[in-house]
């Protein structure tokens, strides 16, 4: 960016120095629009949900744990954890599957393997949530109930009460898996663009000591990509926290605490999604938009952090 | 004694010890399980992609892109939806064009080196933005105080969407644009604003589209942000902005949530046309930027 040059100080005479200050003001118009597209969200969403905060008060609000529109009482506590809970399963599944891809992708494969093994992987990322959810509903979550969850209900249901419980296949578990394919992506690519930025001569002194390639990856690659690595985790976790269509279509929509793998549960984007055109009341309504501000609140966090660690290893232009 | 020193590496290296095995075997092992999870990696895609275009093909006809939904009962088509895709996503289209491509210009060509990284970052945090959150947001200026649920919100919440993905390509492309360029036009007297739009933005041109396309097939696939502001709707709306209006997303969600196998089966159908379209996009500017991204 240093290299490019960007004349300071116009000479020109009138018509075009006034041309040039419009021309550059009209796309300033279009930069500050995305400012005020990101504040207005953030200032829109808390005062429609300033209503519900008043009235429960904010930790009042997000430790409540009942959600009752006929007693007008709302609580955000079950769907704080259901979001947490799918995105954690969804964590546990995806980051050693994507990080091995990264691995793979960057470090051993052949190009003319890993190029086109890298397109598929990021196309599952164009997939429409949607179609995602269609198939979650009538061909993952059948196939799960009667192979992975009914095998870790027999085996390890009797001893954990956290595989307890009939497998239904709609539940926790199949939101997390939905949400560990959606991620996996933009963990794999994030991951590996920060991997292929170490430096290569780190690599070659290792191999000069007679080092095998996993011994480079673990010892001269990823101690110094860890930090990338790890932020490209929390950009995941940041998109599976509000994913929603797919989610909802595989979650069950129940609005109690789980407390075993294969409940039904809630997450807020999928409790906003299934019921906010049938709020009937103001408060409803607002409560709903508190929930979304706790999501955004929560979102940008993550991404902020995400992005600072991405930084830090691959700079500025590196992550999506 | 020079011979002594010498020769004595050489045969430890030549004998593999018990522990240079163990050594290969990890590194074989975890070689080979790197394989197997990019190979894990691609299943989901290799299955979402076989059973939508069984499932899809099964239920496409003639009805299915001709007619709307039946009024009552079940049968009809997606006529309506797809209609409505095409025209939220068109009108998303011309809202945020000229905004993402104005925002990156300004990124590249004129902001000082804070303020880009402050737009940039906006731009990034937005795309981070859970997109059922935009859709409240419309909701609460576009939809709220007009108390009706309207096709034009719709097209807002998918602009929101599209602006800072238009803005990040076009500002990559134009960064990697050569200065020589910009600095040959402008010693030829050439006036800034001319330089940027008959020299740089041809010359990143064809990148630039790449990200609208990008941006126009993340549009057409989104269902949350559409949910509280275009609402869906059962009947066909050509025009009429002021009004619901359905789409291939919502009309897929609906569908699927319906208790009857032929209203799933246009699910289907209905995910296979959007998909086709979403994938035919990413693929053909895969292969365009081929060379580009292969580095």
């Given at each position: 960016m240093t290299s490019i040059a960007r004349p300071t ?14 021309f550059r003001g009209v796309s300033r118009f279009g930069a500050i629009t995305v400012l005020v597209?990101l ?268 992005r600072l660690?991405?930084w830090?290893?691959?700079g500025p232009a590196g992550g999506? | ?98 905004i993402g491509i104005l925002a990156g210009v300004y990124v590249s060509e004129f902001s000082g080196r804070r303020s880009a990284r402050v737009i940039r970052f906006a731009g990034d945090v937005l795309v ?35 602006v800072p993905?238009i803005m990040r390509t076009t500002e990559e492309i134009l960064r990697i644009v050569?200065g020589?360029?910009r ?9 800034v604003?001319?330089?940027v739009?008959?020299?740089v933005?041809?010359?990143g ?91």
């Open positions: 100080r116009n000479l020109a005479p009138g018509r075009t120095r006034y041309a040039d200050r419009l597209i504040i207005g969200l953030g200032v829109m969403l808390t005062l429609t949900s300033l209503p519900a905060l008043r009235e429960f008060g904010i930790a009042g609000f997000v430790t409540g744990t009942t959600w009752d529109p006929v007693a007008s009482i709302y609580g955000a506590l079950p769907y704080i954890v259901g979001t947490l809970l799918s995105s954690a399963i969804a964590l546990v599944i995806a980051t050693p599957v994507a990080i091995l891809t990264a691995i793979y992708l960057s470090e051993l494969a052949p190009s003319r393997v890993a190029i086109p093994l890298t397109f598929l992987i990021e196309l599952i990322a164009a997939i429409p949530s949607v179609v995602i959810g269609l198939w979650g509903v009538f061909v993952l979550t059948p196939f799960l109930k009667v192979t992975i969850e009914a095998f870790m209900v027999d085996t390890l249901g009797s001893t954990f009460p956290i595989f307890e419980g009939p497998p239904l296949g709609i539940g926790l578990f199949a939101a997390g898996v939905i949400l560990a394919i959606m991620i996996l992506p933009t963990i794999v690519s994030v991951s590996r663009e920060v991997i292929t930025s170490v430096p290569t001569a780190q690599r070659e002194a290792m191999y000069a000591l007679g080092a095998t390639r996993w011994e480079v990856v673990t010892k001269a690659v990823l101690p110094t990509a860890r930090s990338g690595i790890v932020g490209a985790i929390i950009l995941g976790l940041g998109r599976a926290l509000g994913e929603t269509m797919a989610v909802t279509m595989v979650i069950g929509n129940a609005s109690d605490i789980p407390t075993s793998l294969f409940d039904q549960s809630q997450t807020i984007a999928s409790k906003i999604a299934t019921t906010f055109n049938e709020a009937t009341s103001e408060l409803q309504v607002s409560s709903l938009i508190a929930l979304g501000l706790v999501l955004l609140v929560i979102t940008i966090a993550l991404n902020i952090i995400a660690m991405v830090r290893v691959a999506e | 004694m020079t011979t002594a020193t010498t020769a004595l590496p050489v045969r430890r290296a030549l004998t593999r010890t018990a522990r240079d095995r163990r050594r290969s075997f990890v590194d074989r092992f975890f070689r080979v399980l790197s394989l197997l999870a990019a190979l894990l990696g691609v299943i989901p895609l290799v299955a979402i992609l076989v059973f939508v275009t069984l499932n899809g093909i099964k239920a496409l006809n003639l009805d299915l892109i001709t007619k709307p939904p039946r009024a009552l009962g079940i049968g009809g088509g997606a006529a309506g939806a797809i209609l409505g895709t095409i025209q939220m996503v068109g009108l998303a289209t011309l809202i945020a064009v000229p981070g933005v859970p997109s059922i959150l935009v859709g409240i947001f419309v909701f609460t200026f576009l939809v709220l105080p007009f108390k009706q649920f309207n096709a034009f919100a719709g097209a807002v919440a998918l602009a929101v969407i599209m993905v050569p020589g360029l600095e040959a036009s402008l010693s030829l007297g050439v006036p604003w001319r330089t739009l008959s020299v933005i041809p010359t041109l064809a990148g630039i589209l790449t990200g609208v396309m990008l941006a126009v097939a993340r549009a057409a696939g989104e269902t949350a942000p559409l949910l509280f502001t275009a609402l869906g709707s059962r009947l066909i709306n050509v025009g009429d902005f002021g009004r619901p209006m359905d789409a291939l997303p919502l009309f897929i969600y609906t569908n699927a949530r319906q208790p009857y196998e032929a209203l799933n089966e246009q699910a289907w159908g209905a995910a296979f046309l959007l998909l086709v379209f979403v994938l035919a996009i990413n693929v053909l500017v895969r292969f365009r930027t081929w060379g580009r991204r292969a580095g």
